[in-house]
């Protein structure tokens, strides 16, 4: 029985009432209940007893387990956040501690009678103690007697709950004066009040200042003056000279041909010149005058104090000079000259911002002069300069109100008289009824960028115009489209050409792209890459006014063109008996061996005509043939040229 029970009480301890269920029968427990129950009604009370107390136990035991199960469990969640706020709190410690050890500024804290109750290492580092030796003084010890008085007063003002910022003078331990920034308040915490500060080394933050502020106003290349600090000092020399009454001058200097030395040699050449013609330039100006880079290749030089002009053009003449001589940079021998644009104050301007403009027109006066000299402003300049804002202006306008026409001049075999195609010309009618031809505007609008525009228009009234002559019936004729450098240098140039075509439908071989030697003179190997750019699209790529230019026979075979045209000076003299007369066999049998159709262009008689074709020159056109026509006179013209009477040229359509 005691064994069943004991069994009984164990299991249900356990929480696993299998193991009671799993007790094996036991004869003499079977038998006892047996016995009681076989007796009389006393054995059935003393039965339900029994029953009752072995059912009390269990759910008092059953109580008692869940209660310590659950005093258990509270027990662990306590401890597990008692942990976690420990963990947290050392964390924290940890964290403030590194903060206050390794912070960049010295961090302080004194009681109230002065006495450095804790230090970080900066602030020690910064007074040239150690922590220890730090912790043992006063901060009177620490405070040179020059700002004592002015720390005193403020400490007085801090303890009464001000914060306070203020600079002062600490003795570090060689003896030598700290000038400190210092930022304080005063703490309570609970008993304990304390001043704490911040302290930081305001010499450092000065010289960092003064860094900055020469990197933010000098060239980092040259190491000169960069336009901010140009404009700010010229504008105090300006003010001065007003003062004085005395006159200063505005050299604009540019180096010539600049763009060669990055393109062909690489830009640490280029860095390098420059570097040296800085230093050249500083040899030949006083120490009062100001020298600046305003970037790229431009130089500018103010010289204060002159007595007249001639100061100026000394100065300009000594530039000149230094820069008139070869010299070796990187390995390489250079020769590269320099043009400078002179504007004196107050004759050329009383605004440094006028100054400045007018030299930069004189400098470009210099280097349409030829290069390599200096002018001064004058008052023609300034007319010039007007003329191209005011063309400006209109081209802008032009564009807008869509004053722009391109007539077509006709190109023809010499020997046929097959029409080959036509050159498209730009023509410019203002609303006033002027024409304009391209003389007048093609300038300014490459200077000013709107050739790429203006050059898209006629590029896409071109193509537009020869798929209407192809749908027309003649599918053959090639159009021939001007493009300038500065188009030609323009990124998106291909693209647009595609797009051209694209959007008119015209065969890529029936347009035909002419562009001038000039294209060569700054990088030969970039203009050769845009033009097979442009023949990988299928379009003719056609040199212009040949002879006249930088490109000479030499480089003829290294150009991706398929035909060339001779400039109209050469057939001007192709009746007389001069040299240049003797150029076109040359020109001509050259071309052909390098397989170039060869045009001549400006054929205005017949004897030229006929010297043309006794020297087996292609094609011509010229007023000879036709003058540039309209777009809708080039139906009548085709009409009459395919006729069989057609003899290569027709009387000029009025
Ligand atoms: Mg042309």
């Not at 043009?339 to 280097?367: C, F, Q, R, W």
């Not at 040199?543 to 050469?570: A, E, M, N, W």
């Not at 540039?628 to 009387?651: Q, W």
Request: glycine letters at 6%.
């Amino acid at each position: 029985m005691l064994r069943f029970v004991g069994l009984f009480m164990a299991g249900l301890l356990m929480g696993e009432p299998l193991a009671f269920a799993q007790i094996p029968a036991d004869e003499r427990v079977v038998e006892f209940f047996r016995e009681i129950l076989s007796k009389d009604a006393n054995a059935h009370w003393i039965m339900a007893l029994i029953t009752l107390i072995v059912l009390t136990a269990f759910l008092l035991i059953l109580l008692l387990r869940v209660t310590v199960k659950r005093k258990i469990k509270r027990l662990r969640q306590e401890i597990n956040e008692r942990k976690k706020v420990e963990e947290h709190l050392r964390l924290s410690r940890l964290r403030y501690q590194t903060l206050f050890n390794k912070a960049s500024d010295g961090i302080m804290f004194m009681d109230i009678s002065g006495k450095i109750i804790g230090a970080n290492e900066s602030f020690a580092k910064m007074h040239g103690y150690s922590i220890d030796e730090i912790m043992k003084m006063d901060i009177r010890d620490l405070i040179d007697p020059s700002t004592a008085a002015h720390v005193q007063e403020r400490l007085s003002r801090v303890l009464k709950g001000e914060t306070l910022q203020f600079e002062a003078n600490h003795i570090k331990k060689d003896g030598s004066i700290s000038t400190q920034e210092i930022s304080t308040s005063y703490i309570a915490i609970g008993d304990e009040h304390f001043i704490q500060s911040f302290h930081r080394d305001s010499a450092e933050r000065k010289l960092l200042e003064g860094q900055l502020l020469t990197i933010a106003r000098s060239d980092a290349l040259t190491q000169l003056p960069n336009r901010v600090c140009f404009l700010e000092k010229a504008g105090l020399e300006l003010a001065h000279a007003k003062r004085t009454g005395r006159q200063c001058a505005i050299l604009f200097v540019d180096l010539d041909h600049f763009k060669n030395v990055n393109d062909t040699l690489g830009h640490s050449v280029g860095d390098e010149l420059l570097k040296d013609s800085a230093a050249k330039m500083a040899t030949c100006i006083r120490g009062t005058d100001i020298l600046a880079r305003l970037g790229g290749d431009e130089f500018v030089v103010l010289l204060n104090d002159l007595e007249n002009e001639q100061g100026a053009q000394y100065t300009a003449e000594r530039i000149r000079e230094k820069f008139n001589a070869p010299r070796v940079i990187a390995g390489h021998d250079l020769f590269i000259t320099a043009s400078v644009g002179i504007a004196v104050y107050p004759h050329d301007g009383e605004l440094l911002e006028d100054l400045l403009k007018n030299a930069d027109t004189a400098m470009y006066a210099a280097k349409a002069s030829g290069r390599n000299m200096f002018c001064f402003f004058n008052q023609v300049m300034h007319e010039n300069a007007a003329s191209k804002m005011h063309v400006e202006r209109c081209l802008r306008d032009a564009l807008v109100k869509k004053e722009f026409a391109l007539f077509y001049q006709p190109i023809v075999g010499m020997a046929d008289g097959r029409i080959r195609g036509f050159e498209a010309l730009l023509r410019w009618f203002k609303t006033d009824g002027g024409l304009v031809l391209p003389d007048g505007f093609i300038s300014v609008a490459e200077e000013t960028g709107l050739i790429v525009p203006i050059g898209e228009w006629a590029l896409h009234e071109a193509c537009r115009f020869n798929k209407k002559l192809v749908d027309a019936g003649y599918t053959d004729l090639v159009m021939s489209v001007n493009m300038s450098v500065a188009q030609l240098r323009w990124k998106n140039l291909v693209g647009m050409i595609k797009n051209a075509l694209d959007h008119s439908g015209l065969r890529p071989e029936l347009l035909e792209v002419e562009v001038t030697e000039s294209l060569f003179i700054e990088s030969l190997d970039a203009a050769v890459d845009v033009l097979n750019a442009i023949r990988a699209l299928g379009v003719q790529v056609s040199l212009d006014d040949f002879g006249t230019g930088y490109s000479s026979l030499v480089h003829l075979h290294k150009l991706p063109i398929g035909s060339l045209k001779i400039d109209r000076f050469f057939i001007r003299e192709i009746a007389k008996d001069t040299d240049e007369n003797a150029m076109i066999p040359a020109i001509i049998d050259l071309a052909h061996k390098l397989k170039l159709e060869v045009i001549a262009e400006g054929v205005e008689t017949g004897v030229q005509l006929e010297k043309l074709l006794g020297n087996r020159c292609d094609y011509y056109q010229g007023y000879f043939l036709s003058k540039p026509i309209r777009a809708d006179e080039v139906p009548l013209f085709l009409a009459r040229a395919c006729s069989p009477k057609f003899t290569g040229s027709i009387a000029p359509i009025k």
